[in-house]
């Protein structure tokens, strides 16, 4: 900033600023950027004021520029993409970029857009940092898991930070789909199957990178995606329709994007599905009437890759034209790979077919992003340090932080005759399945900016934590999905040389995520009858499985010692699971998503209605299976500890509440009654025994993790409210409705302690 500037009050130059900036006359040559004062970034009038200034200046070809967003240099290699990306940036066609990242580069492209087009609007960078940029933190599943709200915002916080000294300045997370069919693949990047647990994981996100102030230079514009219900895909198969009533939609599928909208998410994506015939990408009730009108929103919306396109394959528009007005009209922003905004809406608009208004008001919510990320303020201040892009990357802190978030998401499945944890002093340990030094594996999938070379593998792990004094023996067994069982014998005989055995099992990254739905939830390949066959030498058996969704391994129950689901860990998997493995740390996750018996059973969701004839053992005409039982493999919630915990005392603090001010108190003692510290996840379920609808069995409404030290007792108090309460009545109305409620509280879903109040009419 200059002297001049500093000794102006920031109205006085914003005024100026405007001045100088928006009378500049047309020409093609290098123009003045327009410029804000950085304390101005957080007030609305002023941003209203000088986007009001900047659009007026806008030519119909500039402003659909701005909603034009290419995939950036970084998803296209070779010089020819290069010029083609900077011709266009100065010609005016590009008004932010996705997948292009570094200091280097971003700064090298803002300058073409500050310094060559006619009016200077800086470019905005957007990228897929989904669970960590190149510091790789677990996958978002995985830190659902660890039900620690503050941990997951933490990790998004590195998350921006790392991002933000790469040059980027808006990513497209958090994902908050919830997901009940554990085919679909991408069930791997939300937070599971429960709006409860999904909201209060899509607020620590949004805030962990949107941090308290945009206008910081380490902070990001978080995007909620997919919106709405792509979590629904019929069969698991992704992009296909989702088939939900307007009650699931409301009660299941909208509460985390309400929940990331009241953080200050920035910004939305639309989903690839269609809601009862409407493709999400032409729903205008559901965007400008939801998402802008009802809730109050003023974010940017940005379509899905292609999205706009492919509201031809659709069927619901003839040509390109017809796919841009239906998009645009939506109230869809910005345009991401199609390019149909810019090419297509021109003509559209000329024949009336959308307005200037309409093309405004998109305009404006991404000029507004923009101000908002201080980039009018000083266009290169997230990429003109290279110091800070090496200082942030993988550092010490960032790392530890990826380690703990790992250690608080593994699961503990099962741990038969206390099994896990493994001494350390073993002489021999035996390591044996596909994946105990895929590096992929740790990384996971989305992981764009990752690298295999930063990540410490389950075998590196393992041995720092062992040091010289134990010898491994390595045996793959088996490859993940092939079927060849030749190295099952050598595996075997690994196994009968050591005093233990651990199996690294599951799928490798590309088995879930985007497309990679699959129609079994079985471990692919040989790999059971590789574990069976292990756990069949009698050694003691500890199955560490590595994945990105559930998994039924019903087969290995009671046959290997201990299961600990791993997930996809990050970089720092390999120490992680080594810190869980021999005890230094007690794994204290508990499952976002219900383990299946068999594929057979999806859905299967905890909280899922009540029926007119519930499941009974004894009674054949019930809601139930003839070949296996109806309940899940493991339920929501479930995870073991190397300790144990007792729950008592459990108590509501008035046995009757008043319909106009419904407030409770909930309380419990939970004490570890075993040898160790330890972690719980309290949770907190709410039956409404009777409504005017049917309800879920039980919904989640609160969870707390508590530390105790061996015999530690600690009451644990909840709080609930109108929104813990409430029902969505016929009119979908959100009312409580008096009569009894029933409340449950344990270390899952299954929880079985439970207390009654009523809720009265006055
Ligand atoms: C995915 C989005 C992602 C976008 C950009 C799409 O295929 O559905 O989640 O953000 O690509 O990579």
Known sequence: ????????????????????????????????????????????????????????????????????????????????????????????????????????LTCRLQKIAVEETRLGIPLIFAYDVIHGHRTVFPVPLAEAASFDAEEVRIAARHAAVEASAHGIHWVFAP?????????????????????????????????????????????????????????????????????????????????????????????????????????MHAHRDLIEGLLREQWGWDGVLVS???????????????????????????????????????????????????????????????????????????????????????????????????????????????????????????????????????????????????????????????????????????????????????????????????????????????????????????????????????????KPVVVVLLNGRPLSIGALQGKVGAVLEAWFPGVEGGNAIADVLFGDVNPSGKLPVTFPRNVGQVPTYYAHKATGRPPREEEKYTSKYIDVPWTPLYPFGHGLSYTTFGYDQLAVAQAKVPVGEPRQQVSVRVTNTGKRAGDEVVQLYVRDDFGSVARPVRQLRGFQRVSLQPGESRTVTFELGFDDLALLDAKLKSVVEPGTFTVFVGGDSDASLEAKFEVVAP
Not at 507 to 521: C, Y
């Open 175 to 279: 994902m908050v789909d919830i997901a009940r069919d554990p085919r679909w693949g991408r069930i791997v990047e939300g937070a599971g199957e429960d709006p409860y647990l999904g909201s209060v994981m899509a607020a620590a996100r949004v805030r962990g990178f949107q941090g308290d102030d945009l206008a910081a230079v380490d902070t990001v514009l978080a995007t909620a995606k997919h919106f709405v219900a792509y979590g629904a895909a019929e069969g698991g198969r992704d992009y296909n329709t989702a088939e939900i009533s307007e009650r699931t939609l409301h009660e299941v599928y909208l509460p985390p994007f309400k929940a990331s909208v009241d953080a200050g998410a920035e910004s939305i994506m639309a989903a690839f599905n269609d809601i009862a015939g409407v493709p």
């Open 1 to 104: 900033m200059s002297r001049d500037a500093e000794a102006m009050t920031p109205n006085a130059m914003l005024t100026g600023l405007l001045a100088v900036a928006l009378t500049t006359p047309v020409s093609t040559t290098a123009r003045e950027t327009p410029r804000i004062n950085h304390s101005s970034a957080g007030d609305r009038a002023a941003e209203k004021a000088f986007v009001d200034a900047l659009l007026a200046k806008m030519t119909l070809e500039e402003k659909l520029g701005q909603l034009n967003q290419p995939p950036g240099v970084g998803n296209h290699t070779g010089p020819e993409a290069m010029a083609g990306n900077e011709d266009q940036i100065r010609r005016g066609e590009i008004g932010s970029f996705f997948g292009t990242h570094g200091v280097e």
């Open 304 to 538: 899905d890759y292609t999205g706009i396109m492919e509201l031809m394959p659709h069927g619901v528009a003839a040509n390109r034209e017809d796919a841009g007005v239906l998009g645009i009209n939506a109230g869809v922003d910005v345009d991401l790979v199609s390019r149909i905004y810019y090419e297509d809406l021109p003509a559209a608009v000329r024949a009336g077919r959308v307005s200037m208004e309409q093309i405004d008001a998109s305009v404006r919510r991404m000029l507004n992003a923009k101000y908002r990320s201080g980039l009018f303020d000083d266009p290169y201040r997230y990429c003109k340090d290279p110091a800070r892009e090496v200082a942030l990357t993988l550092n010490p802190e960032q790392r530890a932080a990826a380690r703990r978030m790992a250690q608080k998401s593994f699961v503990l499945l099962e741990n038969d005759n206390a099994t896990l944890p493994l001494s350390k002093s073993l002489r021999t340990l035996a390591v044996i399945g596909p994946l105990a030094d895929h590096r992929q594996s740790m990384l996971g999938n989305w992981a764009v900016a990752g690298r295999q070379e930063d990540v410490v593998t389950p075998i590196e792990g393992l041995q720092a934590a062992l040091g010289d004094g134990t010898r491994l023996i390595v045996a793959r067994g088996s490859g993940v999905e092939d079927m060849d069982a030749s190295g099952i014998a050598e595996a075997v005989r690994a196994a009968e040389q050591a005093d233990a055995v651990v199996m690294f099992l599951g799928e490798h990254p590309d088995m879930s995520a985007e497309a990679h739905n699959r129609t079994s939830l079985d471990l692919p390949g040989v790999q059971e009858q590789l574990a069976l066959a292990v756990a069949a030498t009698g």
